[in-house]
């Protein structure tokens, strides 16, 4: 009994791996797919500024980061993942900093999307690199404890996808329900995470129910903040 114990366990921890590898490249091949479709669609080009290259580059770098440190461990190659994982944690703080100024540049230029008050598109993107940098950040903190640091950063990565998840919806249609509607996409991500560990360990882990609260109350925030006095003076100032 105490064998059949011990490779049980590395078959259920092997497809474990698995799934987070398969959940990196899903998460991935969403937001390939979004600006794509953006890009055909004649919605994007390449005479765009260069913060919006620099912007795209460095997202779409860390999502090769991501799918490579979920590689590494499916592959067994934990001495890798760790020193790549000093590299990514480095790599999140600089993506911090030309996401917030992507959109920033974004607003004084007057290259907001129209159907986005720019308000909105300030605090909307402000908080969706925040709340990604506050959630991996965390996962970082916590790859003590393998269960907390996969979840914690699985969420972060499903939080970065709103941009990439918004180029596939007709946002022009929504009007003020485009957060939530992104919200609800998101949520189909981390619901499917909850799932496989009800399914595989009969609990789902507390690391999803603290990420998927962020996220939530972080949409939640997002339109109040937005129209608040000093947010709407911020942009004023910002697009003047």
């Not at 092997?14 to 490249?25: D, N, T, V």
């Not at 937001?31 to 290259?53: E, N």
């Not at 917030?100 to 007057?110: D, E, G, I, K, R």
């Amino acid at each position: 009994m105490a064998t059949l114990a011990e490779s049980v366990r590395p078959q259920a921890a092997s497809r474990e791996r698995g799934f987070f590898l398969i959940m990196a490249i899903v998460i991935a091949a969403t937001v390939v797919a979004g600006f794509t479709l953006q890009f055909v669609a004649g919605r994007s080009s390449l005479a765009s500024p260069w913060w919006v290259h620099l912007h795209g580059l460095t997202f779409m770098g860390w999502l090769g980061i991501y799918v490579t440190q979920n590689w590494l461990v499916y592959r067994g190659n934990v001495a890798q993942h760790r020193r790549l994982g000093m590299v990514a944690a480095a790599y999140v703080g600089w993506a911090v900093v030309v996401g917030l100024s992507a959109t920033t540049l974004t607003v004084m230029n007057h290259r907001v999307p129209p159907f986005f008050p720019p308000n909105v598109f300030l605090v909307m993107d402000w908080m969706t690199v925040l709340v990604f940098a506050g959630l991996t950040w965390a996962g970082v903190r916590k790859r003590g404890s393998i269960d907390w640091h996969r979840r914690l950063m699985l969420c972060g990565a499903i939080q970065v996808m709103a941009p990439g998840v918004g180029r596939l919806l007709p946002l022009p249609l929504l009007g003020s329900w485009i957060i939530w509607t992104i919200f609800l996409l998101l949520a189909v991500y981390v619901a499917a995470a909850m799932i496989y560990d009800l399914v595989t360990r009969g609990r789902v882990h507390p690391a999803y129910y603290w990420g998927l609260a962020t996220i939530t109350l972080a949409a939640a925030a997002m339109r109040p903040l937005a129209f608040s006095p000093p947010v709407l003076a911020l942009t004023a100032a910002l697009s003047g």
